[in-house]
């Protein structure tokens, strides 16, 4: 019985290397087929890189970001002031859009224009009630045509916590500036 077990053991671990041999080969083949088609062919811009902002201030992929609010009179007057730096040698023009995050209905906030190392949006904070998902989409061309997409997405779910508030535009202006200096200190590349 202790022979026979042997036997069997024996058999049954050259059955097993066989196995992993033509898995091996078969996940080869199976990788080489998923790499054949599904890699971006030679010219075709790569994937969208999506960031995730979650502070007053961002910085990371060639991108600085600052957000404040500047009170009105009223709530229908105070206006979400974002200062955005882009490095122009990635990025020539950007798009901001609104989303539901439940129904995902998507509205332009911003058509896509040239953004020439800085640009101010200036937006009502109450837009953000309605849809309060923001994506600040960055491409690599002046003009990209309704179906190109972006090279980068900094995705925001509503006005940062931390977002200052201020009563004059000086004060604003330097606290932007201040705070994407800060930002990009400690950015990714």
Do not use: K
Request: hydrophobic share 50%.
């Amino acid at each position: 019985m202790n022979d026979f077990a042997r036997a069997i053991g024996t058999i049954a671990g050259i059955r097993a290397r066989e196995l992993r041999a033509r898995m091996s080969r078969a996940a080869a083949i199976a990788a080489g087929i998923a790499i054949a088609c599904f890699a971006p062919a030679p010219g075709v811009m790569a994937a969208t890189v999506e960031a995730h902002g979650a502070l007053d201030a961002f910085a990371g992929h060639g991108v600085a970001m600052a957000w404040g609010v500047l009170r009105g009179r009223d709530d229908a007057s105070t206006l979400v002031v974002v200062r955005v730096d882009a490095d122009p040698a990635r990025y020539r023009s950007m798009a901001v859009a609104g989303i539901d995050p439940f129904t995902r209905a998507a509205q332009v906030i911003v058509a896509p224009a040239a953004v020439a190392g800085t640009r101010t949006v200036r937006l009502p904070r109450a837009r953000f009630a309605d849809l309060p998902r923001t994506e600040w989409r960055f491409y690599t061309g002046v003009a990209p045509a309704a179906g190109d997409a972006p090279a980068l997405v900094v995705e925001y779910h509503g006005v940062p916590d931390t977002t200052p508030e201020f009563d004059d535009e000086a004060t604003l202006a330097a606290s932007l500036a201040e705070r994407i200096a800060r930002a990009r200190r400690g950015a990714t590349p």
